[in-house]
């Protein structure tokens, strides 16, 4: 069971998305840039069990049927609510708590800058006016006393791009390939642009000494990756290898590590918190056609997930076991996330691409648990980084070599999930069945109790637990 609440907050507003757009920054401005992430509540996911607070932004009548019923199961369930306007009594009826109705807007808010708690309320349930919803100090007040920090960080802005490698010949051709599609400075150093959509639209790319890295410090026979580049803050490690094809040019492999990403990525369009003294790793590399990973590509994040583990037990013997959370989560024994994994491939000619970016939780002390808490030490992350992509590449030799069939054995041997019960959608009949393994095609393989058959499937999209509301796609 999870021991400590992901860092969401959820936005109810009728699925307004300009209007959560404009929420969610108010909010971000009170919490901190990294700090939580913040989701349109959608009343058909399964959200209640991973939030830390959820704003109501609508009017309790035009609050759906469905989503009252979640939101009064979410306060039984000791769930943080905070209102912006309306009353309490409305969406949640005093006969539920036994709890004196919400204040009325006047006793909560006596002058703009100036938040007062009703006599008794309760501090997981509280209400703000609307009009004082863009008071920074009244939000922040309201939101400390449901135990969200309001601390305050600085903007993040983007640093330059380091880049090393350990064949200086390679170095060379890279610079002299990246001048074509860059400007040069009054200092001679390289500008690349990163285009529309970024906070910044330049960055600079600078030449590194390769023994300034520490990646290549345990691997100093191993070429890979061909390039390594390092920076203390990227928008995203996966956005800005993979939808840069220019910053890869010219190199079958290479790896982006970030001190922090301002806009961290995961599954879907989930954001993924990446504070100082986390690990935001990405890397490129290319396969031929004609191996067995490459007809087997959903197997690849399973393999990142097992060798990223692999590679943390291998450096840390006395760290509890982690375990993986299928498909590509990375969790504690505890049940506490600690990383993820995400890829992207496409496939040209003979040669298949593919990136792949893990975020782990190595030295920073929020949002959750991280390495540094479990094992008492601080750790280099390059290190770890470099670790984590040679145990990579290692496990895909294994799985080219040795076939799906031992890795799958491998896999389930470390997650968390073997002979758990799940609800599985046959059509329109919703059913139990036990989780058994991964079939030849990458899908969950689970039993069905009531047929005592083999059943394959997959997620339905949600964006906050991959083992809730499985929909079959094939039986045996």
């Known amino acids: 069971m999870m021991t400590v609440k992901p860092p969401n907050i959820l936005v109810y507003c009728c699925k307004k998305t300009s209007a959560f757009e404009t929420i969610s920054k108010v909010l971000m401005s009170c919490v901190g840039q990294g700090r939580y992430t913040f989701y349109q509540l959608d009343e058909s996911e399964p959200w209640q069990r991973h939030c830390a607070l959820v704003v109501i932004a609508s009017h309790p009548l035009d609050v759906s049927h469905r989503a009252v019923c979640q939101i009064k199961q979410y306060r039984r369930d000791g769930g943080k609510i905070l209102s912006m306007g309306g009353y309490f009594s409305m969406l949640l009826p005093l006969d539920c708590y036994g709890e004196p109705p919400g204040p009325c807007l006047d006793d909560l808010c006596s002058t703009p800058s100036q938040l007062e708690l009703g006599q008794g309320m309760a501090k997981s349930l509280l209400m703000i006016p609307s009009k004082a919803f863009h008071d920074k100090g009244i939000l922040a007040k309201a939101l400390m006393e449901l135990g969200i920090d309001g601390k305050s960080d600085n903007c993040v802005q983007l640093q330059p791009l380091n880049v090393f490698s350990r064949n200086s010949s390679i170095l060379d051709q890279y610079f002299n390939s990246l001048k074509l599609a860059c400007s040069v400075d009054k200092n001679g150093e390289l500008i690349y642009p990163l285009g529309e959509g970024h906070p910044d639209s330049d960055v600079r790319i600078l030449r590194g000494k390769c023994s300034e890295s520490r990646f290549y410090d345990d691997h100093k026979d191993i070429d890979f990756p061909e390039v390594f580049v390092h920076s ?8 800005l290898l993979w939808s840069n094809s220019v910053l890869r040019q010219d190199v079958s492999s290479m790896a982006i590590l970030a001190d922090i990403q301002i806009i961290g990525k995961g599954r879907g369009k989930n954001q993924w918190i990446s504070p100082n003294g986390s690990m935001s790793l990405s890397f490129y590399f290319t396969l031929q056609r004609n191996t067995l990973l490459t007809k087997k590509l959903p197997f690849v994040q399973y393999i990142i997930a097992l060798a990223t583990i692999k590679a943390i037990n291998n450096a840390f013997a006395t760290i509890p076991a982690l375990k993986i959370k299928w498909p590509n989560d990375i969790y504690t024994i505890n049940g506490e996330k600690i990383g993820g994994v995400l890829v992207n491939c496409s496939t040209n000619g003979t040669l298949t691409q593919l990136c792949v970016g893990i975020g782990l939780n190595v030295n920073n002390d929020e949002p959750t648990i991280s390495l540094a808490k479990l094992t008492g030490e601080t750790i280099p992350v390059p290190k770890l980084a470099s670790k984590v992509c040679h145990a990579f590449i290692e496990e895909v030799d294994l799985f080219n070599e040795l076939g799906y069939e031992q890795f799958v054995e491998s896999f ?29 095609d990458g899908y969950l393989s689970v039993m069905n109790l009531t047929t005592q058959k083999s059943v394959s499937v997959q997620p339905d999209g949600n964006s906050f637990d991959m083992m809730e509301n499985l929909i079959a796609v094939k039986s045996s």
Request: aromatic share 2%; charged share 25%; with cysteine.
């Open 412 to 440: 389930c041997q470390n997650w968390l999930h073997q002979d758990k019960k799940v609800k599985i959608s046959l059509g329109n009949v919703n059913c139990d069945a036990i989780i058994k393994s991964i079939d030849s």
């Open 232 to 239: 203390k803050a990227v928008t995203s490690t996966q956005d």
